[in-house]
Each structure stands twice: as structure tokens, then as C-alpha cells.
């Protein structure tokens, strides 16, 4: 039985079929109506988002008002779905920039297959704006190739129920999920035959990928997910009792490490030896944290061969060359495997910082320390 058996347990069933239905598949990265403009998120649309998810009323149907932070969070999830598979969600704005909401595909780990995800701030309520915007990313995502589309409303929303009726969706069935029932409203589809192009990427401050002596530290793709969650169920998800929490957790975590990189130019990379996902490390910069750290995650297969050390080293380089000469990394006191890992480093701890209510010692890192370990073979650069 492998680590991360419980997540895959509870993956939906077809789940992989669909999944490799939309290899390729990619959507526009913006689309024009009569009254929007849907662009992927940008870090300028981070004030308009918080105040969406700052309402009690407006997030009532999906999971409730979260802080600055917490909006921050789902912005990432939301761009990493790009990252990940060329669509995802896109923020509604209009010919002067403001933003009205969101709407798009939405597919993580636990959905069966992509469903169409909207909603909107309550000035934009009331004047067809959902509408306009799912019934062209509907259209779209079928001349481009998508199978199917769904989205799942609870019985008493009755203002998605009008948006899903008036482009065409009607109820497939009732479903349970985390013990809340929902709708589950199907969009009609006649996909057209998908022209297959490459993902575009768009990062601008850290390189996409550092070939380093026996690693490479690369872009996250799909099939990092098994090892990615079975990587959580051994850190932070460890209390996760239930399989189907514990793969909601996974991953909209593993979608929000993507989409940092498209909002932030930097994140953590996916860590691979001979072909193999090992790990996370990156700069790791949550909506809530002072600024960029120096973040690391090894698989447990992993430990105790000097891949960590590897890997963090280089990426301490590149980011000095970068310009990126104060980082920090944020380490539990109790966790002594990484601050000897700090230490190899050439990081120096400097007090305690409180963050997400945890006490944690500061280790600054020094770019001479980590000169010794950096042996850069390859950078792909930013685009």
C-alpha cells in the first residue's frame, strides 16, 4: 500500500478517462464579449477578489467569507489550473478594468470531470453579466474540444439555477457532496475535433526550470498529483481522517503551487530525479507571509540523500542572481531535519516570527552560503 493509496481511493471514477480526454485541449487566454473582457487572474485583481470573498451573502454557497489572504489563495487555485492543463478560470472584467467576478472550468482532483464555476460581486448582479460569460466559455470549450461540462449548484441558489437554465444546462442528478446536496446541471456538447498547441507560459522573475547535478526542478504537471498528495499525507495532512477531505485538501493545494507561478512570477517547483517526482522547492509567498521564502517538501523515499540540500542551494543561487538577496525561510522549532538543512545552507537563524498562528525561528539565508551545493548545470529562462 503506497503513501498516498487513501487520496486515490477517493478520486472519482472516470476521473482519469476525462482527464485524458482534454490532454491538449487548451482555451483562450482572453476572451471578448459585447460587455467583458475574461482574462486569466493578475495580481491587480487581487483587491476586487478579496472584496468578493469578503461578503457573507455572496460566498454563502461556497464555503463562506474568507480574509485578504484566503482570497489570495483561491486566486492561485484558480491560475493553477492553467498552469496545469491550459484552461481554467477567468477573472470578468470590463473595458475599464473592473472587475465584476469570475467564471470558467474548474476541475480539480476531486470532480469528476471540468464543471463551469461562476459568480459575481454584488454590483454586477442582475444585468446578464454570468450569462454573457458562460454562455461564451461554453461555446468556446466545445469548438475547442471539451467532452462535457457540468456545474454543480446547491437546490436553494437560485441565481446560478437561472444562469445554468439560460444557456441550456438542465439537471443531470442530485449528488452529495461533503455532506451538502447539489445539483448536478449539464451543459449540451458537440466538441469539435481540438487543435493540439502548446502551453504558453508567462513567468518573469525565476527561470521555469535549474537542471542541477542530479535534479530537475521544473513546472507541475498533472501526474505529480499521486505523489504530491501521498507527500501532504505525511506533513500537514497526517490528521486528515477522511480519504475524500484529505484529496479536497491535496488538491487545491497542489492548483494554488501552479498558479503562483502565473500571478507572482515565482513559486516552488516540482523536484524530479531520474524521472521521478521527489519534492517541492521554490519560493513559497502566501497572501499572509512578509515576504518570499525559501520553501522545501521532500517525499519520504527521498530523505537522506543530500537531494534537499541539492536542491535548495540551487535555487538560493539562481534567486541571488536574480536580485532576491534577503530571503528567509520559516521553520517550526520542533522541526529539526529542516534546520539542519538550513544550516548546510549557509542560513543563519534570527528570532521568531508568528505566522498563521504558529510561532516560527527566521533562518536567513546568506548567496555566498550557497555556493558550495549550487552546481547549476541548465536554466530555461522566464518567458
Do not use: C
Amino acid at each position: 500500500m503506497t503513501a498516498h493509496a487513501p487520496f486515490l481511493s477517493a478520486m472519482p471514477a472516470g476521473r482519469g478517462a476525462v482527464e485524458a480526454a482534454l490532454d491538449g485541449i487548451q482555451m483562450p487566454r482572453e476572451i471578448r464579449t459585447e460587455r467583458l473582457i475574461l482574462s486569466p487572474f493578475e495580481m491587480h485583481h487581487l483587491n476586487g477578489f478579496a472584496e468578493f470573498w469578503a461578503d457573507p451573502d455572496t460566498t454563502r454557497f461556497i464555503g463562506g467569507p474568507t480574509d485578504r489572504a484566503g482570497a489570495l489563495l483561491r486566486m492561485a487555485r484558480f491560475s493553477g489550473l492553467w498552469r496545469l492543463y491550459g484552461f481554467g478560470t477567468y477573472a470578468l472584467s470590463d473595458e475599464h478594468g473592473r472587475l465584476h467576478g469570475y467564471a470558467g472550468l474548474w476541475f480539480p482532483h476531486d470532480w469528476a470531470e471540468p464543471e463551469i464555476a461562476y459568480g459575481l460581486l454584488p454590483a454586477a448582479r442582475g444585468k446578464g453579466i454570468a450569462q454573457e460569460a458562460v454562455r461564451a466559455i461554453r461555446s468556446i470549450a466545445e469548438a475547442v474540444g471539451v467532452p462535457s461540462l457540468v456545474s454543480t449548484i446547491a437546490p436553494d441558489n437560485h441565481g446560478s439555477r437561472r444562469v445554468a437554465g439560460s444557456v441550456g444546462a438542465t439537471i443531470s442528478h442530485r449528488h452529495m457532496i461533503d455532506l451538502h446536496e447539489v445539483d448536478i446541471w449539464r451543459y449540451p456538447m458537440n466538441p469539435a475535433e481540438p487543435e493540439r498547441e502548446p502551453l504558453m507560459l508567462d513567468s518573469r522573475v525565476m527561470p521555469l526550470t535549474i537542471t542541477t547535478e542530479r535534479l530537475r526542478l521544473r513546472q507541475w504537471h498533472p501526474a505529480d498529483f499521486p505523489r504530491y498528495a501521498g507527500m501532504l499525507a505525511t506533513t500537514r495532512l497526517a490528521g486528515v481522517k477522511r480519504p475524500a477531505a484529505a484529496l479536497f485538501e491535496a488538491s487545491r493545494s497542489f492548483m494554488g503551487l501552479a498558479g503562483t507561478w502565473h500571478l507572482r512570477g515565482y513559486g516552488l517547483y516540482a523536484v524530479e530525479h531520474d524521472g521521478r517526482f521527489i519534492g517541492s522547492v521554490g519560493l513559497g509567498h502566501p497572501g499572509d507571509w512578509p515576504g518570499p521564502e525559501i520553501a522545501y517538501s521532500l517525499t519520504t523515499d527521498a530523505r537522506g540523500q543530500g537531494f534537499a540540500t541539492e536542491a535548495v542551494a540551487a535555487v538560493r543561487a539562481v534567486a541571488a542572481e536574480q536580485g532576491l538577496n534577503r530571503l528567509v525561510s520559516f521553520i517550526d522549532p520542533a522541526n529539526a531535519r529542516s534546520r539542519a538543512l538550513a544550516r548546510r545552507v549557509g542560513a543563519t537563524a534570527d528570532g521568531t516570527i508568528s505566522l498563521a498562528g504558529t510561532q516560527l525561528e527566521i533562518w536567513r539565508h546568506q548567496p555566498e552560503g550557497a555556493a558550495d551545493h549550487a552546481r547549476i548545470l541548465e536554466l530555461e529562462p522566464a518567458l
